[in-house]
């Protein structure tokens, strides 16, 4: 470009009138105005999609969400049950030690110092049973329950009606509510 073309440029910018709404002319224009407001553009094809991939992607992880929920009690029920599983399993094993012991005390019954020791013995193996939940029951009395007892003899008897328990030979045990072993008894007939 020129130094002639340069200064008749320059001319030309000098001598041109501002526009209206310039600044500093005080006239209003175009620029002043404020626009009215737009409408909110319909979303396109893409952006549905995508909204609609999102709530998608939402449900699935909020189902997800509720079935790792499920599954983390499901399998804390499982656990529980299987704790369970194991503490019936080895009190069967140390029930019938609990009962030779408890023949071992009758048999004593006249050496103080022994049946002493006999029940201590009895005493803290029946406590440690009761703090993982074994109880045991002695039905002497009650009406006769399969499911509870197990019938060994049946005899007449005078003092009680007829099906009902009138003799232990053996305590039941049960574990959380449910009968781990039925008790042995005598049924009157």
């Known amino acids: 470009m020129s130094e002639s073309d340069t200064r008749n440029e320059e001319e030309f910018t000098a001598a041109a009138p501002p526009h209206p709404g310039a600044a500093g002319t005080g006239e209003t224009g175009f620029g002043d105005a404020e626009a009215p407001p737009a409408h909110e553009p319909k979303p396109t ?9 999102a709530a998608k992607f939402l449900a699935l992880a909020q189902r997800t969400q509720a079935d790792f929920e499920n599954y ?37 019954a006249g050496h103080e110092d022994v049946v002493k020791g006999f029940a201590l013995v009895r005493d803290e193996i029946v406590k440690a049973l009761g703090r993982v939940g074994i109880q045991p029951f002695s039905p002497q009395g009650e009406v ?9 003899v049946q005899q007449p008897s005078e003092d009680a009606e007829s099906g009902t328990v009138i003799e232990v030979y053996q305590q039941g045990y049960r574990i959380n509510g449910q009968v ?10």
């Not at 094809?45 to 991939?53: L, Y």
């Not at 006769?144 to 060994?152: G, S, V």
């Open 72 to 108: 983390r009690k499901r399998m804390a029920r499982e656990n529980a049950a299987a704790i369970d599983r194991g503490v019936g399993k080895l009190a069967k094993e140390l029930l019938p030690a609990l009962d030779h012991l408890d023949h071992a005390l009758q048999a004593a």
């Open 45 to 53: 094809e893409e952006e549905t999609a995508v909204s609609d991939d």
């Open 180 to 189: 781990l072993r039925p008790a042995r008894v005598v049924v009157a007939a």
């Open 144 to 152: 006769f329950d399969p499911n509870e007892h197990e019938a060994m």
